[in-house]
């Protein structure tokens, strides 16, 4: 098993900057796929950008160019660094460990305990 602890939400500005940590304990994160999951009021947990366990990323097309995934492994921490920040970005975000490649949550096993990320217009 492995356990995720996230940090670096808050609240930003349009146009603004933030990085998401996703630190893992018990287990090395090379083990795992690595997805970011965000959810606004009222909708479904949305799947947004993942680090896949080859090292290859994913991004969808609303925040593809505006997130980037970054992973050290001295620390054992993923980043999602958040760029262009929008008010349609405004959401709790979650990070999350599978094993196997997959957009849908309910395949990911591990979960960080989410973090707000609210962009003010």
């Known amino acids: 098993q492995v356990e995720l602890v996230q940090s670096g939400g808050g609240l930003v500005q349009t146009g603004d900057s933030l990085r998401l940590s996703c630190a893992a304990s018990?287990?090395?994160?090379?083990?795992?796929?690595v997805g970011w999951f965000r959810q606004a009021p009222g909708k479904n947990r949305e799947f947004i950008s993942a680090?896949?366990?080859?090292?290859?990323?994913l991004h969808v097309d609303s925040v593809k160019g505006r997130f980037t995934i970054s992973k050290e492994n001295a620390n054992n921490t993923v980043y999602l660094q958040m760029g262009s920040l929008k008010p349609e970005d405004t959401a709790v975000y979650y990070c999350?460990?599978?094993?196997?490649?997959?957009?849908?949550?309910?395949?990911?096993?591990?979960w960080g305990q989410g973090t707000q990320v609210t962009v003010s217009s």
């Open positions: 680090l896949w366990r080859d090292g290859t990323t």
């Open positions: 999350a460990a599978g094993t196997v490649i997959s957009i849908l949550p309910g395949r990911y096993a591990y």
């Open positions: 018990g287990r090395t994160l090379n083990s795992y796929h």
